[in-house]
Every structure is written in structure tokens, then in C-alpha cells.
């Protein structure tokens, strides 16, 4: 393997919607250390923090359909049952949720949970209180997804922090998602809440580290497994 090689499946890829972000870093580095010698360091660390926070990394995901991925980098910060937003269309009744929350060091490139038909995205404007508080799922700026693979809805919902000012969402209704697929982005710090169908059983807990695309959330092996997922390709 040659050197340009190594160098190459060493570096992690950044995500196309953070190169806006690196090219004015560099260019505020440039000009600020112009004036200022100490500046230009100041800034140069700081837009290598910037591309490290669009980094963008492979991932591997499980091949069991009855698996729930994890939809983002983070820690679980709640499981419990909860009330689905209600322009996510899933009904009044309370759901298992499990929320993930991301920290500013966190990969924040967002992937499906399970493979299936993007049915519904809704958007809608709020605050932006703390990610990791309960009032947060209800008060907050968020844009949520229903993904549909037989019988079986999961809700999962892009939630706005208390830095974050712009959630990116790369599918649209009707389209067909892999498993592990990105589907989004959230600038800077912000959390991920996934709904639940009756049955699932969870197998994370408060405090887990999360990696998205690959840590396993929940078993759908219960919830109606009559229905058998099928991939979507």
C-alpha cells in the first residue's frame, strides 16, 4: 500500500455541509493572524476543531433486520415512555422513547435506525433550552421522520440544542432508506430522539455510549415479528 494510501483510509472524510464552515475558518485565520501572530494559532486550532466536528467516518451496521440502530453519536441521556410528537402522525398513545444526546464533540451526521419508506418529515420551530432536559422534546426546534418497513413505525426525531441553530435533513417523503443511511445533520450540539413500536425491546441504558449506524437501540423481534422486516436495497 503506498503512502498516499495510508494517508488516505487514515483521515476521516468531512461531511460536504461543513467545508462552507472550514473555508471561513481558514480564511478568518488567515486574516486575523495577518494582524496578529497569536491569532493565527488561536484560529488554526479552532478550524481544526471545525472539521473535526463534520467529520464524517464509515460505519457498519448490523445485518439483523430486527435490529434498531442507534441514529447518532451520543449518550443516552433518557428511556422511558413518552407521547410521540403529534405531527409525527403516530397516535396519542404513549411510546417507548430512547434519547440520545450529543455533545460538540460528537460525530453529528444522523443515520436511520431500521431500513424501510421515509412516510412522513415534519419540521417544526421552537426553542432552544438545553437538548438534555425533558422539556426539550416538546419545547425545542425539531424535524422529525416516520420510517415504515411492513407494520412496523419508528419515529425518529432530530431535536435542536442549546447551541444548535440548524437541523439538515437529506431525504424526503416516499423515499426508500437503508438501515445506517445518513439522513441528517445538526449544527452544533443537539440530541436524537427514537419512538418505539409496542413490543420492542430495548437494549441500551441511561449513560451508554451510542455510535451511530452500529450500536443496537432495540430488538423488534416482539413487535410484530408476524410481519417480517424485509432490507430495502
Wanted: with cysteine; charged share 20%; hydrophobic share 45%.
Amino acid at each position: 500500500m503506498s503512502l498516499t494510501d495510508t494517508i488516505s483510509k487514515t483521515l476521516v472524510p468531512i461531511h460536504r455541509e461543513g467545508w462552507p464552515f472550514i473555508a471561513i475558518a481558514g480564511v478568518a485565520t488567515l486574516v486575523l493572524g495577518w494582524f496578529f501572530d497569536p491569532l493565527f494559532w488561536i484560529g488554526l486550532i479552532l478550524t481544526g476543531w471545525v472539521c473535526y466536528f463534520f467529520r464524517d467516518p464509515a460505519r457498519v451496521t448490523p445485518l439483523d433486520d430486527a435490529l434498531v440502530v442507534s441514529p447518532a453519536d451520543g449518550t443516552v441521556c433518557q428511556i422511558g415512555m413518552a407521547r410521540p410528537p403529534v405531527e409525527l402522525e403516530l397516535g396519542d398513545a404513549p411510546m417507548m422513547r430512547v434519547c440520545i444526546f450529543m455533545n460538540v464533540f460528537n460525530c453529528h451526521v444522523n443515520r436511520a435506525p431500521i431500513g424501510g419508506r421515509v412516510t412522513r418529515i415534519a419540521y417544526r420551530a421552537g426553542k432552544f433550552v438545553n437538548a438534555e432536559s425533558d422539556k426539550a422534546s416538546e419545547e425545542n426546534e425539531r424535524n422529525g421522520l416516520v420510517i415504515e418497513n411492513g407494520d412496523t413505525r419508528i419515529g425518529v426525531v432530530q431535536i435542536a440544542g442549546l447551541v444548535a441553530r440548524r437541523i439538515v435533513c437529506f431525504v424526503n417523503e416516499g423515499e426508500n432508506i437503508g438501515a445506517g443511511e445518513r439522513f441528517g445533520l445538526i449544527r452544533f450540539g443537539s440530541r436524537l430522539d427514537v419512538y418505539l413500536p409496542e413490543g420492542a425491546s430495548v437494549k441500551v441504558a441511561i449513560g451508554q455510549t451510542m455510535v451511530a449506524g452500529e450500536s443496537v437501540v432495540a430488538d423488534l423481534s416482539g413487535a410484530g415479528r408476524d410481519s417480517v422486516l424485509t432490507r430495502v436495497s
